[in-house]
C-alpha cells in the first residue's frame, strides 16, 4: 500500500507545475519548466508565433499561473461576487473562445490548465488575428490588443478608449523583446527552432 501512495505522489507531483523561477528571464523559466520550451517551439513550428509573445502574453496574463482567474467583485465591499469573465488558465482564454479553439482545430480534450494547450491557443489565435486583421506575426503590441479586445474590438479600435490597456501592450511588447533577446543568449541546444 505503502508503494502504491508513493507512485501516486511522484505522478501527482509531476502535473504541478513550479511557479519558482525568474518570470522576466526565459533562460530560467525554461530551466525551471523544460518541457515549455518543446511546447513553446512546437506553437512555433506550427502557427509561425514567436516563443518570446507566446510567453509574454502568458506572463502578462496568468503569471504563469496555470489556474488563474479573474479576481471576483465585491458586493458590498465586502462579500465575494461573481467573476467579471469567464477567463481562466495560463491564457486567461474565455469560455467561448476556448470552445471555438477546440472546435476549430479538433484538440477536443484541450485544458487551460495545460501549458502546451494554452501556448497552441496562442498560436492559434494570433494567426487567426494574422489572417483577418493582417497584423504580422512579430508586431507583439497590436497582436496583444486584438488577444484583449478580441478580433472585432480591434477592428473597432476599442482599445483606443482604454489608455491603461495600451500601456499594458507596450508592456508586453517590451517583455517580448527582453525574452527574445535572451533566448540567443541561454545555453539551449542547438536544434532549437526559436
Same mark, same amino acid.
Given at each position: 500500500?505503502?508503494?502504491?501512495?508513493f507512485?501516486?505522489?511522484?505522478?501527482?507531483?509531476?502535473?504541478v507545475?513550479?511557479r519558482?523561477?525568474?518570470q522576466?528571464n526565459?533562460c530560467d523559466?525554461f530551466?525551471?519548466?523544460?518541457?515549455?520550451? &518543446?511546447?513553446?517551439?512546437?506553437?512555433?513550428?506550427?502557427?509561425g508565433v514567436?516563443?518570446?509573445?507566446?510567453?509574454?502574453?502568458?506572463?502578462?496574463?496568468?503569471?504563469?499561473?496555470?489556474?488563474?482567474?479573474?479576481?471576483r467583485?465585491?458586493?458590498?465591499?465586502?462579500?465575494?461576487?461573481?467573476?467579471? &469573465?469567464s477567463?481562466?488558465?495560463?491564457?486567461?482564454?474565455?469560455d467561448?473562445?476556448?470552445?471555438?479553439?477546440k472546435? &476549430?482545430t %479538433?484538440n477536443?480534450?484541450?485544458?487551460?490548465?495545460n501549458?502546451a494547450?494554452?501556448?497552441?491557443?496562442? %498560436?492559434?489565435?494570433?494567426?487567426?488575428?494574422?489572417?483577418?486583421?493582417?497584423l504580422?506575426?512579430?508586431?507583439?503590441?497590436?497582436?496583444?490588443l486584438?488577444?484583449h479586445?478580441?478580433k472585432? %474590438?480591434?477592428?473597432?479600435?476599442?482599445?483606443?478608449?482604454k489608455?491603461?490597456l495600451? %500601456?499594458v501592450?507596450?508592456?508586453?511588447e517590451r517583455?517580448?523583446?527582453?525574452?527574445?533577446?535572451?533566448i540567443?543568449k541561454?545555453?539551449?541546444h542547438?536544434?532549437?527552432?526559436?
Open positions: 500500500m505503502r508503494k502504491f501512495f507512485v501516486l505522489a511522484v505522478i501527482l507531483s509531476g502535473c507545475t513550479d519558482n523561477f525568474n522576466s526565459v523559466i530551466k525551471t519548466n523544460p518541457q515549455w520550451k &518543446s511546447y513553446a517551439e512546437k506553437t512555433k513550428e506550427k502557427w514567436p516563443v518570446s509573445l507566446q510567453l509574454s502574453f502568458i506572463k502578462q496574463e496568468s503569471s504563469f499561473n496555470r489556474t488563474a482567474r479573474p479576481p467583485q465585491k458586493v458590498l465591499g465586502l462579500i465575494p461576487g461573481l467573476r467579471p &469573465s477567463a481562466y488558465g495560463y491564457s486567461q482564454a474565455l467561448g473562445t476556448w470552445d471555438e479553439y472546435q &476549430s %479538433g477536443y480534450n484541450a485544458d487551460r490548465k501549458f494547450d494554452a501556448s497552441d491557443f496562442i %498560436g492559434w489565435y494570433v494567426d487567426g488575428s494574422y489572417r483577418l486583421l493582417k504580422e506575426k512579430s508586431d507583439v503590441y497590436n497582436h496583444y486584438a488577444y479586445e478580441g472585432g %474590438g480591434f477592428q473597432k479600435k476599442s482599445y483606443n478608449k489608455k491603461w495600451l %500601456g501592450a507596450e508592456k508586453v517583455q517580448a523583446k527582453e525574452y527574445s533577446n535572451q540567443k541561454c545555453n539551449f542547438k536544434n532549437s527552432v526559436f
